[in-house]
């Protein structure tokens, strides 16, 4: 009995049956490996994955620049900036000569009893208003004062304090001694306005004053 002999080759040299499209001894082409492929992950952990398809890299298109300005563009962008105003340094504004001179401060009252006590007030150059009126120069809260009870005017030209009662109700007191109906203070004379007493303290004295620009000598 004759025994058939395969006399079909595949493209490797293998003797293979006639009815057989693949060759058994050769090695599958597209088989998968059983062995999974390691591969880091973004945050440092390793999972397994089996190969198969790389994803493509997105394209990446590149910025579009900007045309560079046309000369009119140009032109009208210099003109904007020419027109913006630029920092200029001001001028110190002249003093008037004929604005009234600043009052400074010449001497003070210190409170020492009732809603005054510890407080002063700031004696200036030329008349100072004393009185329960809200526009006086130095305010005494005292049912007792009159709305314009005194005045205390500096005369700088004599280096003079000196006290007046303007027609007060109740009148005004210099160390206890009502004042008929001015007199000259003198370093802690004891001002009585009402039921409100004061102690006088100077600053300015024959040696010690203001002069033209403001400097003391």
Same mark, same amino acid.
């Given at each position: 009995?004759? @025994?058939?002999?395969?006399d ?7 003797f293979?049956? =006639?009815?057989?499209?693949? $060759?058994?001894? $050769? ?18 952990? @390793? ?6 398809p790389?994803?493509?890299e ?14 009119? @563009? ?15 340094t001001?001028?110190?504004q002249k ?10 401060v ?25 009185g &329960? ?10 049912? @007792?004062?009159?709305?314009h ?5 500096? &005369?700088? =030209?004599?280096? &003079? ?7 007060s109700?109740?009148g ?5 001694? =009502?004042? =008929?109906p001015?007199?000259d ?7 009585r306005?009402g039921?409100h ?6 600053? $300015? ?5 203001w002069?033209e620009?403001?400097a003391?000598k």
């Open positions: 009995m004759r @025994q058939n002999v395969a079909k080759r595949c493209e490797n040299g293998h293979i049956d =006639e009815t057989w499209d693949l $060759c058994p001894y $050769c090695p599958a082409e597209n088989a998968e490996s059983d062995v999974p492929v390691v591969r880091p992950t973004r945050f440092g952990a @390793q999972e397994a994955k089996r190969p198969g790389v994803p493509a997105p394209v990446r298109r590149p910025t579009a620049v900007p045309p560079p300005p046309t000369l009119g @563009q140009r032109d009208a962008a210099a003109v904007a900036l020419e027109s913006e105003p630029a920092d200029r001001v001028a110190v003093l008037d000569p004929l604005a009234t001179p600043k009052r400074y010449v001497g003070w009252l210190i409170g020492l009893n009732g809603s005054a006590r510890g407080e002063s007030f700031p004696v200036r150059i030329g008349r100072n208003v004393l &329960r009126d809200r526009r006086s120069d130095i305010v005494v809260n005292d049912d @007792q004062a009159s709305s009870h005194a005045d205390l005017v500096f &005369r700088p =030209e004599e280096r &003079r304090f000196i006290l007046m009662d303007h027609n109700t109740n005004t007191y210099v160390n206890d001694s =009502e004042i =008929e001015r007199r203070l003198a370093a802690k004379d004891v001002v306005v039921s007493r004061f102690l006088f303290m100077p600053l $300015c004295n024959e040696g010690f004053y002069d620009e403001g003391l």
